[in-house]
């Protein structure tokens, strides 16, 4: 199958890519940035998903299938910026898609589309709505593009499309909101609080999106790993310091003293858990993790050994 992944030069995408080279399918990249040392097998072209060079390599290459990973979750990305390259970048690749013959797509989007906020259920299923907007409005634009990639379930039926909600990340890649939640040798905790994190290694986050593909799924889906553990666990076992700070002075703390910079609605998602049921995916798909969540955080750590203090 010849497959189309977007933003295919991020870490979580060249894991992508190599997963779907190994099960033999075509694979076609676009990203604006450069991926110089992709493999044979990949075809490259840099470029910005809403441009026109992009629509043409729709048209030119024809792809079977797209998976679409651009999305940008950068919390100090200007929020005009975000909004316009998730919510935009998605609908322009599922019009491509449609326009161009796709037959199948994948959207890649968090398990933070469910929000946290302390009425929210311990596990979350798929039509569950949204939470906790109003204090994080930085997510909002995610959220967005995740609404619009679920509408193409009825707006393209053509299209044979399934919306991938996938928890957080982590492993030797040292990817995505977690891992660097994670990186400073202090991290916070909000004192009281130590909510279950949920988490999977990216090698399994890369496995499920190809096997999302090749079981050609339609629908929306939570895509999770082992179980979840609390936040001050993980903190321990990744060799960094759990630091419980009040919350009226945690605010203030964000950014100083060795601990990471967050914005105040992320607060909230250090308070309360936000675990997804798995259930759906796994029996669609019969997929399991291959790696559990003590083995997955030793990967994490290691690779900060090695790449930091």
Same mark, same amino acid.
């Given at each position: 199958?010849?497959?189309?992944?977007?933003?295919?030069?991020?870490?979580?995408?060249?894991?992508?890519? +190599?997963? !779907?080279?190994?099960?033999?399918?075509?694979?076609?990249?676009?990203? /604006?940035?450069?991926?110089?040392?992709?493999?044979?097998?990949?075809?490259?072209?840099?470029?910005?998903?809403?441009?026109?060079?992009?629509?043409?390599?729709?048209?030119? /290459?024809?792809?079977?299938?797209?998976?679409?990973?651009?999305?940008?979750?950068?919390?100090?990305?200007?929020? %005009?910026?975000?909004?316009?390259?998730?919510?935009?970048?998605?609908?322009?690749?599922?019009?491509?898609?449609?326009?161009?013959?796709?037959?199948?797509?994948?959207?890649?989007?968090?398990?933070?589309?469910?929000?946290? +906020?302390?009425?929210? &259920?311990?596990?979350?299923?798929?039509?569950?709505?949204?939470?906790?907007?109003?204090?994080?409005?930085?997510?909002?634009?995610?959220?967005?593009?995740?609404?619009?990639?679920?509408?193409? !379930?009825?707006?393209?039926?053509?299209?044979?499309?399934?919306?991938?909600?996938?928890?957080?990340?982590?492993?030797?890649?040292?990817?995505?909101?977690?891992?660097?939640?994670?990186?400073? /040798?202090?991290?916070?905790?909000?004192?009281?609080?130590?909510?279950?994190?949920?988490?999977?290694?990216?090698?399994?986050? +890369?496995?499920?999106?190809?096997? +999302? !593909?090749?079981?050609?799924?339609? %629908?929306?889906?939570?895509?999770? %790993?082992?179980?979840?553990?609390?936040?001050?666990?993980?903190?321990?076992?990744?060799?960094?310091?759990?630091?419980?700070?009040?919350?009226?002075?945690? $605010?203030?703390?964000? %950014? /100083?003293?060795?601990?990471?910079?967050?914005?105040?609605?992320?607060?909230?998602?250090?308070?309360? &858990?936000?675990?997804?049921?798995?259930?759906?995916?796994?029996?669609?798909?019969?997929?399991?993790?291959?790696?559990?969540?003590?083995?997955?955080?030793? $990967?994490?750590?290691?690779? !900060?050994?090695?790449?930091?203090?």
């Amino acid at each position: 199958m010849k497959v189309l992944v977007t933003g295919v030069s991020g870490k979580i995408g060249r894991l992508v890519a +190599a997963r !779907l080279l190994a099960d033999d399918h075509t694979v076609i990249g676009i990203d /604006r940035r450069p991926w110089p040392d992709a493999p044979e097998g990949v075809e490259m072209f840099e470029t910005d998903i809403r441009k026109r060079k992009a629509e043409d390599v729709f048209r030119t /290459r024809r792809p079977d299938a797209v998976i679409h990973m651009a999305t940008v979750t950068h919390i100090r990305k200007s929020s %005009g910026d975000r909004f316009r390259i998730n919510l935009g970048g998605t609908r322009a690749v599922f019009e491509y898609a449609h326009r161009y013959g796709v037959e199948r797509a994948i959207f890649v989007g968090r398990h933070t589309y469910y929000g946290a +906020a302390p009425d929210s &259920p311990l596990y979350h299923t798929e039509d569950e709505p949204p939470l906790g907007l109003e204090s994080f409005p930085e997510l909002a634009d995610l959220v967005a593009a995740d609404l619009y990639a679920g509408s193409a !379930l009825w707006r393209f039926p053509d299209i044979t499309t399934s919306v991938l909600r996938v928890c957080y990340t982590l492993g030797p890649e040292r990817h995505g909101t977690l891992a660097g939640f994670l990186r400073n /040798r202090r991290v916070p905790r909000v004192l009281g609080f130590d909510p279950l994190f949920q988490f999977m290694h990216e090698f399994d986050v +890369a496995r499920a999106v190809a096997t +999302a !593909l090749n079981a050609s799924l339609r %629908g929306v889906y939570n895509v999770n %790993g082992p179980a979840p553990l609390p936040l001050s666990v993980i903190i321990r076992r990744a060799g960094r310091q759990d630091l419980p700070i009040p919350e009226a002075l945690l $605010a203030a703390a964000m %950014g /100083r003293f060795g601990i990471a910079e967050l914005p105040r609605g992320a607060i909230d998602h250090i308070k309360y &858990p936000v675990v997804t049921d798995g259930a759906a995916f796994r029996e669609a798909t019969s997929f399991t993790h291959e790696h559990d969540e003590y083995e997955t955080i030793e $990967a994490y750590k290691s690779a !900060l050994r090695r790449g930091f203090p």
